[in-house]
């Protein structure tokens, strides 16, 4: 443990103040450029490991000693990404890696830290639905220590939060209240909601460093990025409401002068204890996923209730950890998440997530839209 927070601190000192942040205007040196490209490789080559069948070739991409928690990272991701498509008759057929590089730190000849901003793009296909395969994105900040080992640079070490590992044991396939299969998607598109389209928008064009994310893949630089306190999740979602129309009021407001939001506004239980309170937003339904997934009545699914502009709250050990906006449906109608902390762009609402977690599913009534009453389902 002391080893590990050691290199954390070590990692930290060299890290940009601002998230995502841009690349930098002066060229890379030829040494930098060398173990960019080099990391660049080692992510595509972690990434097809995680997705096939064959193990063996994730040993090589890791140095033969220190390595080990990085190597079993990649094991837990391979585990997690293999159970969630089996559970939801999805198959990731492939991903691309693109790559910055805002810091990078030699020590001596064969060593160097690297912080990087990492945007991938997972492409995927459901099962029943023909055509191309769709793609999600996933954007995560990482802080990596390379070593060359005969010739080749290696990973001795990586720090990030990856959306991608949770535990193995998710969801099942079959309910056992009704013996079937949980109904993964709405069985069509649901209606046009013009209301919510500027939060959408919004929520698409700000959503980081997540491949298909607007803006060069940056965050709003009107607010501040919390990242580095907690987490930005919260601020990110605050940002598309009041895009979507919602006006500030005593309890939900962004105070520039101050680079600051009230609780209300960069928390999670906070925004979801106001949206909830003021009327601005209804709990259609609380549960685990195979409880808003389920089978016996597609149309009353509770999942498939679900329409771009309204959010999604996920609650682990009692308490709200995160939250997501809905942006889209998969050509199957799987509903499609964006967030902060990791960026997120049109991401399966449930990925990433394990057995344990709630989710609470809230339908907000935004301005100009006739208020419906939603009876929690």
């Not at 709003?220 to 605050?238: A, K, L, M, V």
């Not at 009021?249 to 928390?267: L, M, V, Y």
């Not at 699914?301 to 449906?329: C, F, N, Q, W």
Request: net charge positive; glycine share 10%; with cysteine.
């Amino acid at each position: 443990m002391k080893r590990r927070l050691a290199l954390i601190l070590s990692l930290l000192a060299f890290i940009v103040p601002s998230w995502p942040a841009a690349q930098s205007a002066t060229p890379l040196t030829a040494p930098e450029q060398e173990v960019k490209d080099a990391l660049h490789g080692l992510l595509q080559r972690q990434d097809a490991a995680a997705l096939g069948a064959d193990e063996r070739s994730l040993p090589p991409i890791y140095t033969r000693q220190g390595s080990g928690d990085a190597h079993r990272h990649m094991l837990a991701r391979k585990g997690f990404l293999r159970a969630w498509q089996s559970a939801r008759r999805l198959k990731i057929e492939g991903a691309r890696v693109d790559l910055r590089t805002p810091g990078v730190k030699f020590h001596g000849a064969d060593e160097v830290r690297i912080s990087a901003v990492v945007s991938e793009e997972f492409q995927y296909k459901e099962a029943g639905v023909d055509g191309v395969p769709e793609a999600f994105g996933v954007g995560t900040r990482r802080w990596y220590v390379l070593r060359r080992e005969d010739g080749h640079w290696r990973i001795r070490a990586e720090e990030y939060t990856d959306p991608l590992d949770q535990d193995t044991r998710i969801p099942g396939e079959v309910l056992p209240e009704t013996g079937a299969r949980p109904a993964l998607s709405a069985p069509v598109q649901p209606s046009p909601r013009p209301t919510a389209a500027p939060a959408v928008e919004y929520a698409d064009a700000y959503c980081g460093a997540a491949t298909g994310c607007g803006n060069g893949g940056h965050y709003n630089p009107r607010y501040n990025d919390f990242n580095g306190e907690g987490g930005d999740c919260t601020n990110f979602i605050s940002q598309s409401l009041r895009a979507g129309g919602f006006r500030p009021s005593g309890e939900w407001a962004w105070h520039a002068a101050k680079s600051d939001g009230t609780r209300a506004w960069s928390n999670a239980e906070g925004l979801y204890y106001y949206l909830t309170g003021s009327g601005r937003g209804h709990l259609v339904a609380s549960g685990t996923y195979s409880a808003l997934a389920r089978a016996d009545d597609v149309h009353a699914s509770p999942i498939s209730r679900v329409r771009p502009g309204d959010v999604i709250a996920y609650r682990e050990r009692g308490k709200i950890v995160h939250l997501a906006i809905a942006t889209a449906r998969s050509a199957g109608g799987y509903l499609l998440v964006n967030s902060h902390t990791a960026d997120r762009y049109h991401v399966p609402w449930d990925i990433g997530w394990d057995r344990s977690t709630r989710f609470l599913l809230v339908h907000l009534n935004y301005p100009g839209e006739r208020r419906t009453a939603v009876t929690p389902g």
